[in-house]
């Protein structure tokens, strides 16, 4: 018998760069504010730079709306809502839907691209998910619009007005998606602004928009920064008023609506608890906590930030949790390799460096993976804490980063109790493969959101928001829609 | 105690449950890898390292057995850059006739036993079929596990089968197919996993390439993850072969990712992973002449066997 | 009842009735000791009823906050039982119910009138809670291999200022719609609307409603709603009448906790709608994949 004479060593193989190309579009040098149907400057004239976060360069110049540009914009958007829109029937409005969804269809590799480029998402995620999803919650909202009267049964349905929008940065188009399709479906108009650090997919979506011969004024956009979002949450000439972001900035905005009748919804910040048993598929888990905190670079208000793992399967869990991170490619958003890309920005890349270091000085342990990451621009390696109590900042506030806080629990009634000590209710997660057990915690789980044995997880026919300070209202599935109805 | 039980209350069974879901989500996004270039070339040319060149024909003949060895021994006249397959994979009556085609060559020679491929018959015949195989020269034999017992829950028995062919394998390899075709579930792939390991098995197997689905990508990775925890557990390495229905270059490499990925760079070696295949390797050459020449290419140019 | 709550024929005196508010199943006197006096609209000296403070109002919280879970867990089909026994003990008692509204003014016929509306809205109410759930949740259809659904959940403690027009009416439609889905409440009655709220409080606390799910405060609205609108451990803020200056402040302390705030409109239209269920119910959806 001969013995083998295979080589036995490990092939050091592995992955070359797949970069996607970004040659079959051209970015404009300049983008002006989308007012009434034609993009025009800010009145003041003033411009910012939008740059990519993976290289530091900038890749065009987007106007800065000022009061003037928001009054003009509202001023639009009440105009197509008096002449036109609110005018219309639902099924014609649908159509027009319709279009957008097709168009963002057409155009989606474009739009993935400079996603990826103005956010920094890996491409992977901005072609599979972002930009496909975006088109997904246009063509439902489409077929609400001549429908309205079966969402509300013994109720007549009417839209609320203009709406002013205003949306993150993290998923950028998508989010202009979730704002704008239901509030168009509905028959509302709307005055959006997207992040100041994401404005680009909002601007195409702007020439969409016209590509889809979408009446004036029926969606305005108009880009700045903090101060042009408040100078529209301030306008009295909205009767609604939307906001994705920070519970801060979701306060302080109920607070200045607080003497005027103007609605509002809020989709706020998340600290959602991801709660793995001992019973659990525990590999499926572990690809679940790695979805859950290292998507999009853990810019999610819903990501699972906290993970509890119940004692006995604690070790287990951690150390495939390392194992299966080493293998997350950190850089290039555009390589069609990378797991996790470029930090939004240079503020919340040093946002989440100082939770790094609070977590350390607050006496838990710090992992990170030994990926290498580019010179320029902004990085965060997957990381996470262990030796970490309820009571540390790296578990209590939300971080918007890749990082997770690693607690054990031992039984059932600890593990919500530990999931449920927050004034956030996003979100949350459940492993198990016992059925009663898991109605059992996702019904315990304080949360607008729970996945059970999966994680992140998002459809435009399933609501999505929040309990406590994560915000109120739904966006999605029919109970989406109430936000942008009026009932009587 | 019947030996069967003896074997039983050596296994650690634990439940380890498999979400069907999560593993089709985590081989999509595996297969989302976007493999170019250098790393392709680099990567066909590991995985043609890692064939089982196979042929398991009622019609299969001497000639045809000396064709295939020669096909892996040279996979492509006019490429000296190719490596040669790690094995053939043949009928035990044809492992003589193999053996000398490839003498000289470090190319392993493996024989199916056990009654290949349903596995009904008694333990005696299958003992006496090892051995045999093993005796004309195999250095690995492939033997099926009883599915009849096994989905009847007498693990006992399946463990004390593959214990006592292990035995009779002497210091061939034995590689272990649970014909996860026939086992239903992705649990069951699992436990069959866990089953085979823990009796001795060298190497897991998917399937015999006579029941569809065979290796498919969700199976390999739910088999891969059993080799990690048991790796996880006991040191042990254990090999890897997935056999049946892997289409082309594409699936190949799909299933080298799933390995670096899943179990590390360590198992990317024809001693931990192999690739049951016999129309294969063809689609493999012609990629990789495509990236030599930049040219699509032909099935009429590259030789069947 | 004669002036003096002397009997004529008998010469009796009467037993007056001391009005507490319910809290955790308990009637108390405000623990500031403070009361009131209450004044029917002729100018006719009423009696007394607690001046709730602050600290009463947060002890009604604790007692809310305590009985919250049990009755967010309490079946639906026993919800409705429950609250179909209130209505059934409000029944029995109706025409004591219907004295306090006509000694606070209302006509023989007007008081009885909305004695029997706010029995007859309880009983509708009662019959929502093993439905409401059927009409606004649902199951959605994702494009992915999961189940997802969406259910109602109660908020927990709600806080709810009753207006006075119609000092009963206005409080069960206000109570009703909030409990059915298991929150807990704390209201506030104002005014001469106080001694109906303290008469209601002794029907609900012979019924089978759990201590704690209904409790029942009166005081001063510019003294309590304040307290009610900061709150950190109330999760909604349900008010009837009050002017926009109130409303403002309101609106501006709920933002604290972002407790959810809802604006009750007066009037019998309204009374009856089961959309109001939903201002204090949370959406939740979850997910779960569908596999082998």
């Given amino acids: 018998m001969t013995e083998s004479k295979i080589s036995s060593k490990g092939s050091d193989w592995g992955y070359a760069p797949a970069p996607e190309s970004a040659d079959h579009f051209k970015l404009k040098e300049q983008y002006g504010l989308f007012l009434g149907g034609k993009f025009v400057p800010a009145g003041s004239g003033k411009r910012f730079a939008t740059i990519n976060p993976a290289n530091e360069k900038t890749l065009a110049q987007v106007a800065d709306a000022g009061e003037k540009d928001v009054d003009r914009a509202v001023k639009a958007a009440r105009l197509a809502y008096d002449k036109v829109w609110r005018k219309m029937s639902g099924r014609e409005r649908g159509k027009y839907l319709y279009r957008i969804a097709r168009i963002i269809q057409e155009r989606a590799r474009e739009l993935a691209v400079v996603e990826s480029m103005d956010g920094g998402k890996p491409i992977r995620e901005s072609r599979d998910v972002d930009i496909p999803l975006a088109a997904a919650h246009f063509f439902y909202h489409a077929g609400w619009a001549d429908k309205l009267g079966y969402a509300f049964p013994g109720k007549s349905v009417g839209p609320i007005g203009v709406a002013g929008q205003i949306i993150p940065w993290n998923f950028p188009l998508l989010m202009v998606a979730w704002k704008v399709a239901p509030a168009l479906a509905c028959g509302n108009t709307v005055v959006l602004k997207p992040a100041e650090t994401t404005p680009l997919t909002a601007l195409l979506f702007s020439e969409i928009c016209q590509e889809a011969g979408l009446p004036d004024g029926v969606f305005n956009c108009i880009t700045g920064a903090g101060s042009t979002g408040a100078a529209l949450v301030r306008h009295p000439g909205l009767d609604k008023v939307a906001f994705t972001g920070s519970t801060d900035v979701g306060k302080a905005i109920q607070k200045s609506l607080a003497g005027k009748a103007t609605k509002l919804t809020l989709e706020l910040g998340g600290k959602a608890a991801n709660i793995i048993f001992e019973d659990a598929a525990i590999d499926q888990a572990v690809e679940g906590i790695i979805n859950g905190i290292f998507f999009n670079q853990g810019h999610v208000c819903c990501a699972g930030s906290r993970l509890l793992v119940q004692e006995s399967v604690e070790e287990e869990v951690v150390e495939k949790l390392k194992a299966r991170m080493e293998h997350l490619i950190v850089g290039d958003p555009l390589d069609k390799n990378t797991d996790i890309g470029a930090i939004n920005s240079k503020a919340q890349c040093e946002r989440i460096q100082d939770y790094l270091k609070v977590g350390q000085e607050e006496g838990a342990e710090l992992f990170q993976t030994k990926c290498a990451v580019p010179d320029k621009g902004y990085w965060i390696r997957p990381s996470f804490f262990t030796k970490v109590a309820q009571s540390h900042r790296i578990v209590q506030e939300e971080i918007f980063g890749p990082v997770l806080a690693i607690q054990s629990f031992r039984t059932l009634n600890e593990a919500l109790e530990k999931a449920n000590n927050t004034p956030y209710g996003l979100s949350g997660g459940v492993w198990t493969d016992k059925g009663a057990k898991i109605f059992k915690v996702t019904r315990g789980i304080k949360a607008g959101v729970i996945w059970a044995n999966t994680f992140n997880k998002f459809d435009p026919a399933s609501p999505f928001g929040g309990y406590k300070e994560s915000g109120y209202g739904r966006e999605g599935g029919r109970h989406g829609l109430r936000p942008y109805v009026e009932l009587s | ?305 | 009842m004669s002036k003096n709550g002397l009997n004529g024929k008998s010469g009796r005196l009467d037993v007056r009735k001391t009005y507490k508010m319910l809290i955790g199943g308990a009637f108390v006197r405000s623990e500031s000791g403070r009361a009131l006096d209450v004044e029917a609209p002729g100018g006719k000296w009423l009696g007394h009823v607690c001046r709730a403070s602050r600290k009463d109002f947060r002890n009604a919280v604790v007692a809310a906050r305590k009985a919250a879970a049990g009755w967010a867990s309490t079946t639906a089909y026993l919800k409705g039982q429950i609250l179909y026994r209130a209505a059934e003990m409000m029944e029995g008692r109706s025409s004591s119910l219907c004295e306090v509204l006509q000694s606070v003014g209302h006509s023989s016929a007007a008081a009885k009138s909305e004695v029997s509306q706010s029995i007859d809205l309880l009983v509708y109410y009662a019959g929502w809670a093993d439905k409401y759930l059927q009409i606004f949740g649902s199951v959605n259809p994702v494009s992915s291999p999961y189940f997802n659904f969406s259910v109602t959940e109660p908020m927990g403690v709600v806080a709810y200022v009753a207006g006075e027009k119609r000092p009963l009416l206005d409080l069960v439609s206000g109570i009703a719609p909030i409990v059915v889905s298991g929150n807990s409440v704390i209201t506030l009655s104002t005014g001469r609307s106080a001694v109906a709220a303290m008469e209601l409080g002794e029907v609900l606390a012979t019924s089978d409603i759990p201590h704690g799910v209904i409790n029942l405060l009166c005081g001063l609205r510019e003294e309590l709603v304040g307290q009610m609108s900061s709150h950190m451990d109330v999760n909604a803020l349900v008010v009837q009448g009050g002017d926009e200056k109130e409303h403002a402040a309101s609106r501006e302390a709920c933002a604290l906790n972002l407790k959810r705030y809802f604006l009750k409109s007066q009037g019998s239209n309204c009374d009856e709608d089961p959309y109001r269920i939903m201002d204090t119910v949370e959406i939740k959806t979850t997910w779960h994949p569908v596999g082998g």
């Fill in chain 2, 1 to 305: 105690m019947s030996p069967s039980t003896v074997t039983l209350n050596k296994l650690n069974l634990q439940a380890h449950p498999v979400d069907e879901v999560g593993i089709r989500e985590r081989v999509a996004r595996l297969a989302t890898r976007s493999i170019k270039k250098a790393s392709k070339v680099e990567g066909l040319k590991l995985a043609l390292s890692m064939v089982d060149l196979t042929t398991l024909e009622g019609a299969d003949t001497p000639g045809k057995v000396r064709q295939l060895c020669t096909k892996a021994i040279h996979l492509h006249s006019g490429r000296k850059d190719l490596p040669m397959v790690a094995a053939v994979c043949v009928y035990p009556t044809m492992v003589r006739i193999a053996r000398k085609a490839l003498e000289g060559t470090p190319i392993q020679v493996a024989a199916v036993a056990t009654a290949f491929p349903s596995g009904m018959n008694p333990l005696a015949v299958k003992l006496e079929d090892t051995r045999y195989a093993v005796a004309e020269g195999a250095h690995e034999i492939d033997m099926v596990i009883s599915r009849g017992d096994f989905l009847r829950g007498d693990y006992g028995r399946v463990a004390d089968e593959i214990v006592q062919v292990k035995e009779a394998c002497g210091k061939a390899h034995l590689k272990v197919i649970l014909e996860t075709g026939e086992l239903g579930t992705l649990d069951r792939v699992r436990l069959a996993s866990d089953i085979a390991m823990q009796s001795g098995a060298d190497f897991i197997k998917t399937s015999t390439g006579k029941i569809q689905p065979a290796a498919t990508p969700e199976v390999v990775l739910v088999m891969l993850l059993a080799i990690s925890d048991f790796y996880r557990k006991t040191g042990k390495k254990i090999g890897m072969k997935p056999a049946g229905g892997i289409a082309n270059a594409k699936a190949a490499l799909n299933l080298l990712i799933m390995v670096r990925e899943v179990l590390g760079p360590a198992w990317l070696t024809p001693s931990l992973f192999r690739i049951g295949a016999s129309k294969l390797p063809n689609d493999m050459l012609m990629q990789l002449e495509k990236e030599r020449t930049g040219v699509y290419q032909g099935p009429d140019y590259y030789s069947n066997d």
